[in-house]
């Protein structure tokens, strides 16, 4: 029973490029969160989506960063025109839909994106 | 925004010592989460908490949903050296987890 899965694990991008993240969620799972991590901190809310739907996007930046799950194929985390400010460990989470385990997050290894 | 205050902020253990980290809030949270990230992984459930003086075990380990909502205790009882990592709580609030900065568990040595 494969857990959530993050690809890349590692990324590096110049400034001004773009960085895509992927995410599946674990099997069972319709409810996808993605999650910011800056070094020697806590997980900072992102996005919050279900299959074709943001639920709850006010943790992310209204300029450059935008996310998807589309009905097939995984969730996409894009930042576009990378700064070094983005340079971060990004975690994707899911968990299934009912409200006593809404809160039992399951998370994946991570994409670490450094931006040069 | 909703905050959680997360201390020790760091901690030295020495093997088969128990220990004991707390979160605190000034909201009032309906579920509180206890989580564990070692290096280069993601973090990984160790408990969840859904009612208000509620006390759960999961090996050595315990923790507590405080009577106001807004705080929480993790204890490791007989430490080992596995238990280095660093240690999140977290509570939901509607749709998400806020998650706290977070304890740093170190071996002495």
């Known amino acids: 029973n494969a857990g959530v899965m993050q690809n890349p694990r590692h990324l590096v991008r110049r400034r001004g490029q773009e960085a895509r993240l992927r995410c599946s969620p674990m099997?069972?799972?319709?409810?996808v969160y993605w999650y910011r991590q800056l070094p020697e901190e806590g997980l900072k809310f992102m996005v919050y989506?279900?299959?074709?739907?943001?639920?709850?996007e006010s943790g992310m930046p209204k300029e450059r960063f935008s996310a998807e799950f589309p009905k097939e194929g995984p969730s996409i985390l894009r930042i576009q025109q990378v700064v070094r400010g983005d340079s971060a460990a990004y975690f994707c989470?899911?968990?299934?839909?009912?409200?006593?385990?809404?809160?039992?997050?399951?998370f994946g290894e991570g994409s670490r994106l450094t931006v040069l | 925004g909703q905050q959680l205050n997360q201390s020790p902020q760091s901690m030295f253990i020495q093997e088969g010592e128990d220990v004991s980290m707390n979160c605190t809030s000034s909201?009032?949270?309906?579920?509180w989460l206890w989580y564990k990230q070692d290096p280069g992984e993601g973090p990984v459930l160790l408990i969840a908490?859904?009612?208000?003086?509620e006390l759960t075990s999961n090996g050595r380990l315990t923790a507590q949903f405080g009577i106001t909502r807004k705080d929480s205790f993790l204890n490791i009882s007989a430490s080992i050296p596995s238990d280095v990592g660093i240690y999140f709580c977290?509570?939901?609030?509607?749709?998400?987890?806020?998650f706290g900065a977070g304890t740093i568990l170190r071996v002495k040595s």
């Open positions: 909201s009032i949270f309906n579920t």
């Open positions: 989506l279900q299959k074709e739907n943001i639920i709850d």
């Open positions: 908490l859904y009612k208000a003086g």
């Open positions: 977290a509570g939901r609030y509607g749709n998400k987890l806020v």
């Open positions: 989470a899911s968990s299934p839909r009912d409200d006593r385990s809404i809160g039992e997050l399951f």
């Open positions: 099997k069972g799972h319709s409810h």
